[in-house]
């Protein structure tokens, strides 16, 4: 096992704490459910790509309480710091292309956050390709990623993931997001940009497929 999830595990009870708090330095996962909420006012069936261990489905749940949500990773630990009401949440340990399979154009909106860095580049515009195909006419996407720049905390978030959590990471420019976001959805697919007011290595962009 690597350090990260170890030394998180050591906290027991206070883990989830210590995880947000842990969090917070990088991204505010509420200000991103401010926006989404802004941009999607309504959802009523919400898909979460690459969720984790649960922090932003638990926004997702609090947003839109009337909607219910399928949220999958690849992860065993799949929702596994979840702290939120189970009845409308489904987690699933799962692909992007096993979802597509049994849910196509099904759900109105869907979640991308803090994922891309993960995938490896030759693979970003399939897995785009696959999130679209689960997307229902009209569905939104909501892409949020953290920015590479010339920072120390841009530094620390490398470090965190490649050496604590052991993932090998390449974050993008504001540019690269564009260019990937448009040439998988569509030239005029990008109908909201904005970084985060207090963090603005945090980038979150609407999507609509055309």
């Not at 979460?48 to 309480?65: D, H, L, S, W």
């Not at 154009?105 to 869907?110: G, I, T």
């Amino acid at each position: 096992m690597r350090p990260g999830p170890l030394i998180r595990r050591l906290f027991g009870p206070f883990e989830h704490a210590v995880a947000e708090a842990y969090r917070c330095v990088f991204v505010d996962l509420d200000e991103v459910a401010a926006l989404m909420r802004a941009w999607v006012p309504e959802a009523r069936r919400i898909l979460e790509v690459g969720c984790g261990e649960g922090a932003m489905t638990e926004r997702i749940v609090r947003t839109y309480p009337a909607a219910t949500v399928t949220a999958f990773d690849i992860s065993p630990k799949v929702g596994r710091l979840y702290r939120g009401p189970a009845s409308r949440v489904t987690f699933r340990q799962e692909t992007a292309e096993d979802v597509a399979r049994r849910e196509p154009a099904s759900f109105d909106l869907v979640v991308l956050a803090d994922v891309i860095h993960h995938v490896p580049p030759h693979a970003r515009h399939s897995l785009l390709g696959t999130i679209k195909q689960s997307m229902a006419p009209n569905g939104s996407l909501i892409f949020k990623d953290l920015l590479r720049s010339a920072t120390l905390l841009h530094c620390i978030a490398v470090f965190s993931d490649r050496y604590l959590t052991g993932d090998d990471v390449a974050f993008c420019t504001v540019d690269d997001i564009k260019a990937l976001l448009t040439s998988s959805f569509g030239s005029g697919a990008i109908r909201k940009l904005e970084t985060l007011p207090r963090q603005p290595n945090n980038v979150v962009v609407l999507v609509r497929a055309q």
